[in-house]
């Protein structure tokens, strides 16, 4: 018995005799599932006893396709050949009848009325459980395993293996809820599906006119959005360049300080840096009012609207731009631009063309990001959006909003999708073919050439001020917490502090008696369990995008981003939508607000490696792969050391999302897992700033310690230069 | 047009009676046990202040801690839209177990079998979004207080839902306007609706969008009712009021705010939100408009298919207790009780005068109301102002 014959069967028995096959009321973890009188309660019993005691006689045939791939593997196999063809066809049969059982039959009985003669009326089902996932992970396992031995993927089974449950994991967690959505696009009360009904609300006057350019009116929303995000995308592009090149190719006296300021504003929950920029700059904002007092003009309230929107968007993106940009700047080989100055060409020409072309794919992905995240951003366009619309806001609002209309928020978040699909081929297309590795095995003896003048001027002009900005922004979210009531009583408190996170001697026992410790403590530990998910299946992603060719590759990234480009307030209701009931029931679980945060987070975890590998010499690895170590190995021994800031980026970027991010959670959060973010939503809403910018400071305070712990743990990937050696 | 229902209301219903509070002994607490789950949107404050008391009440009454209600806290548009995505696989499972069955009651047992309800109940917060999700079939039928202790407005909500929703409180329609701003700029002082619409006020006025607010909602139904050129002349006043305004904000209580802080000249806002910001010292006065002018209900819900029924059932009577509505006042929340033995909190004695449209069912359908909504954003936001 091979050690894949092995799994396989342990995975079987398992499933069928041990784990509860539908999900369980507290914790899987808690193992209380593990006694005797809970196998043979009707909710947590195994796969066998469900169908011999309870009379679940149609979740028989899902055991059977691996009964079958099990013995074909002990008893009959003969050769590779006709081995991977049974495991294909069984385990593809195994999947389609657990999926087809799990919708035919529900929470309510059957789903479909012509149904109703086949099972018995009181016939019903819970949503799926830990059995149910086991069997699953066996069958893509085996199906996986088969189509390796066809030849696909060069016979790699891990890398099949991993593609195939990222797929699976991705139709699951994004395809099934989103497109359970936007198909309401088509959908009217009265007239049922029908493409004019979409047609209808797709063409409005109100997304598409272009009025602005003719008279006084407002623009459709679509150009309004679009032309916001394409400014936000180059703002933040260029600022984050301007960044990356001070710190890595300047000899900047305050780097660090720099290096913090660039990334404090990715830490703060975004409605925080809205409010920041009102107390400043908003109508009673402390400058507004210094300038009207001094110079007698009344600026109104110009911070309502575009340019508070791009400045708020500008300051929250700058760092992902950044933290992208950093890699791949650190990532361009000196020895090229070496090359290039000793064949005569001077520091400009250099820079212009070699610097900044090796560094496209780092520039299309800032980019790409910057625009994608303008286009989904809910919290400044809430804030600060005024009279400005756009789509991210007005799905909300058709969500959320007086007038509850599904179908235009569906059909809104399509127009949406659009720009963002055009967004990524454009991007696709404009980074090409061409290679860009520059880390090879073979070290690289350069020094980074000097930057030109003007270039490095201009950095310094974009950073520094930029810098200071966002340190007056900070102090402003400092202050908000120690003052007792702004603009009205500002005398200094300690107040805030103490309402959220007191702790109390009750009965000898520390008692935690602040209003914000439940909210807290949920927050950072499902940050905790989401962070690593995330980075490994996106780090496993961008691995297989940008190192192994499999059909339809474009596709399968673009399903990473979908998530991603989706305003979080249409995942979130889709997740409520699709996971509620069987055959997936996860709401009021934590587990939802995890399986969120990982498939919400991880496109960025995949830009982020993708960009690192597309440095990496194939060479390396394939180096590896010659010398005898296939498949994990050369991806823990070669590659995952060399993108070291790609998953520290990534792993950051995923802890801060989790933990910031309130459109998509406000949906999914419950009496037992409440979220930091819809706890200071709600404060916000009710005006309490003191405690709410106390709070957010707390969980600053956390996600900077997290940042320096993660740094330290991680480290940085150790690239040979000369420079260093000499240093 | 269709025949309306209508409740006719009259000033004699703000009239504060003398309270006669006979503390009742609360007997359907006895006896609860496991957990509630509650939606809430009224402000996180009085959310866990309500909870916390329901139970201590029930520990008391039972002298265990068997039981414990919990809470979410969301707005009340979000909260229905939640409720809509958790329950409609369940409405349309109903629909199609119970579609032969003709008889009310057993139709109602039928459908009480059906749903599956992870949240028992929902309340407070603004009654349009709850009345305009009944055609969905949300909320379970259920004997709310209507008697001579209920304010008529709060019996009124019960008997449009047919038994679905009951009522805890009630807010005024009304505008706030900066004292000293006001005078600052030398402007007249508004008395009516129909003053917002004067050029002196370009600039001034802070309303919420129609879109995002049922605060603005109320705003638009109270316009197509309160003048006498019916929704013609209540869009007409739309427009001009449109022109004068500095901004359309996300919240409803967001312009009365504004208006305190001299953010903005003028505010439109609920009356309580207006007297809680004057009785903290801001420079603002309440104007209730010469027109007359709606009102909202904070209702309560019983959700179809709860878990824990029984306990919602005494969630619900538990809000209507005297006892229970003080927590509000205490809470900073100053509207007006539906128990008409329970004192309204200090400062209400301006609402005497006010003058009360009638309720008219037809603006919270949801077709109706989204029709406005939209009219509203394609044809009078985008003008220019």
């Known amino acids: ?727 | 047009m269709k025949i309306l229902n209508k409740i006719m209301l009259t000033v004699s219903i703000l009239g504060i009676t003398v309270p006669s509070y006979a503390a009742s002994d609360m007997d359907y607490l006895k006896g609860l046990s496991g957990e509630m789950v509650s939606y809430c949107s009224n402000e996180p404050g009085p959310c866990a202040a309500l909870i916390k008391a329901f139970n201590a009440a029930v520990a008391e009454a039972n002298g265990n801690n068997d039981f414990k209600a919990k809470f979410i806290r969301l707005s009340t548009s979000e909260m229905i839209s939640r409720v809509k995505g958790e329950l409609e696989k369940s409405a349309a499972a109903a629909k199609r177990k119970c579609k032969n069955i003709t008889d009310a009651a057993e139709l109602e047992v039928c459908k009480e079998k059906v749903y599956k309800s992870k949240v028992d109940i929902a309340f407070h917060g603004t009654d349009d979004p709850y009345r305009a999700a009944l055609g969905d079939d949300f909320f379970s039928p259920f004997d709310y207080p209507t008697g001579a202790d209920v304010q008529p407005w709060a019996a009124g909500i019960t008997k449009d839902s047919d038994g679905r929703l009951g009522g805890a409180y009630l807010g005024v329609l009304g505008f706030g306007y900066n004292t000293e701003l006001l005078a600052k700029k030398g402007l007249s002082v508004p008395a009516c609706w129909k003053d917002l619409t004067k050029p002196e006020y370009k600039g001034q006025i802070v309303m919420a969008n129609w879109n995002t607010s049922g605060t603005a909602y109320k705003f638009a139904s109270t316009m197509m009712q309160a003048f006498p050129g019916g929704e013609k002349e209540g869009w007409d006043t739309v427009r001009a009021i449109h022109k004068n305004i500095a901004q359309y904000s996300k919240s409803g209580s967001k312009g009365g705010k504004m208006a305190a802080r001299g953010e903005t000249t003028i505010g439109i806002g609920f009356a309580h939100d207006i007297i809680s910001l004057k009785q903290k010292g801001f420079p603002i006065q309440l104007v209730l408009p010469c027109e007359g002018t709606l009102f909202e209900i904070g209702p309560i819900g019983i959700l179809r298919g709860a878990k824990n029924r029984k306990a919602a059932e005494a969630f619900a009577l538990f809000l209507y207790e005297p006892s229970t509505q003080n927590i509000l006042a205490q809470e900073g929340i100053l509207s007006f009780p539906s128990n008409v033995n329970t004192v309204p909190p200090e400062g209400l004695d301006v609402l005497k005068g006010v003058k009360l449209l009638p309720v008219n069912s037809y603006y919270s359908e949801k077709k109706v109301k989204g029709d406005i909504i939209s009219k509203w954003t394609n044809e009078v936001f985008p003008l220019p102002r």
Not at chain 1, 336 to 345: D, K, P, R, V, W
Not at chain 1, 400 to 420: C, M, P, R, V
Not at chain 1, 443 to 457: I, M, N, Q, T, W
Not at chain 1, 545 to 569: C, W
Request: charged share 10%.
């Open chain 1, 1 to 727: 018995m091979n050690r894949f014959t092995r799994k396989l069967l342990i995975l079987g028995i398992i499933s069928l005799l041990i784990l509860p096959w539908f999900r369980i009321d507290g914790s899987f973890w808690s193992f209380h599932w593990l006694s005797f009188d809970f196998f043979q309660d009707e909710e947590t019993a195994p796969l066998l006893l469900q169908f011999l005691s309870f009379e679940r006689w149609w979740l028989l045939p899902v055991i059977l396709p691996l009964c079958f791939a099990v013995a074909q593997l002990l008893f009959w196999h003969k050769n590779a050949k006709t081995t991977a063809t049974v495991q294909i066809v069984s385990s593809l049969l195994g999947l389609a009848i657990i999926i087809v059982q799990s919708f035919l039959l529900g929470d309510f009985g059957v789903n479909y009325t012509f149904l109703e003669s086949v099972f018995s009326e009181d016939s019903f089902q819970y949503g799926l459980g830990m059995g149910a996932v086991a069997l699953l992970y066996a069958y893509l396992l085996s199906f996986s395993y088969g189509i390796a031995l066809k030849g696909f993927m060069k016979g790699d089974v891990f890398a099949v293996t991993c593609l195939t449950i990222i797929i699976f994991l991705v139709l699951v967690f994004v395809f099934f809820p989103v497109f359970n959505i936007l198909i309401r696009a088509f959908w009217d009360t009265d007239v049922g599906y029908s493409l004019s009904v979409f047609f209808n609300r797709f063409g409005s006057p109100n997304i598409w006119s272009v009025n602005c350019f003719s008279d006084t009116a407002v623009c459709g929303v679509a150009w309004s959005t679009a032309f916001l995000a394409l400014m936000t995308a180059l703002s933040t592009t260029l600022l984050g360049l301007a960044f990356a090149l001070v710190v890595t190719r300047t000899n900047f006296r305050f780097k660090g300080t720099l290096r913090v300021f660039s990334v404090l504003p990715i830490i703060t929950p975004p409605f925080v840096v809205g409010m920041a920029l009102l107390l400043l700059l908003g109508n009673s904002g402390v400058v507004t009012q210094a300038i009207n007092n001094t110079f007698d003009v009344d600026l109104g309230g110009w911070i309502y609207g575009f340019w508070g929107l791009w400045l708020a968007q500008t300051l929250s993106y700058t760092p992902i731009a950044f933290l992208v940009l950093i890699g791949v700047v650190e990532g361009v080989s000196p020895s090229m631009e070496e090359a290039s100055q000793t064949l005569g060409a001077n520091s400009w020409k250099t820079f212009t063309t070699v610097t900044l072309p090796l560094m496209r794919p780092g520039l299309a992905n800032a980019f790409l990001l910057g625009f994608v995240e303008s286009m989904a951003d809910l919290g400044n366009a809430l804030v600060l959006g005024g009279d400005y619309q756009v789509l991210s806001a007005q799905i909300f609002y058709s969500v959320a909003g007086a007038s509850a209309d599904e179908g235009k928020a569906a059909s809104l978040a399509i127009t949406l999708l659009i720009f963002t699909l055009s967004a990524f081929f454009i991007q696709k297309v404009w980074v090409g073919n061409k290679s860009y590795t520059t880390v090879t095995g073979k070290g690289d003896g350069g020094v980074y050439a000097k930057l030109p003048r003007a270039v490095s001027s201009l950095s310094y002009m974009g950073a520094i001020p930029w810098s200071v900005f966002t340190g007056i922004i900070y102090l402003m979210v400092l202050l908000g917490g120690f003052v007792t009531l702004w603009g009205v009583d500002n005398s200094l408190t300690l107040m805030h502090y103490i309402d959220a996170f007191r702790i109390e001697f009750i009965n000898d026992r520390l008692v935690t008696t602040g209003v914000a410790w439940d909210s807290f403590l949920i927050t950072i530990g499902l940050a905790l369990i989401a962070m690593p998910l995330t980075s490994c299946i996106g780090l496993l992603t961008g691995y297989l995008l940008s190192r192994v060719d499999f059909p339809g590759k474009t596709y399968f990234e673009f399903s990473t981003m979908l998530s991603f480009a989706i305003p979080g307030i249409v995942i979130g209701v889709s997740y409520v939508v699709a996971f509620n009931q069987a055959p997936i029931d996860l709401t009021f679980t934590g587990l939802i607000l995890i399986l969120c945060f990982v498939f919400r987070n991880m496109s960025v975890s995949v830009r982020a490696s993708m960009a690192s590998l597309s440095q990496l010499d194939p060479g390396l690895d394939e180096a590896s792969v010659t010398l005898g170590s296939r498949g994990f190995k050369t991806i823990r021994k070669i590659i995952l050391p060399l993108i070291k800031p790609a998953i520290t980026a990534s792993m950051i970027y995923s802890f801060i999302r989790s933990i910031t991010s309130i459109s998509a959670v406000i949906f999914l959060v419950s009496a037992d897992y409440n979220l930091a973010s819809a706890h200071i939503i709600g404060l916000v809403e009710q005006n309490q700033f003191g405690i709410s910018i106390a709070y957010s400071t707390v969980l600053i305070v956390v996600m900077a310690a997290a940042l320096l712990v993660m740094k330290f743990l991680i480290g940085d990937r150790k690239i040979f230069l000369r420079s260093k050696k000499l240093q």
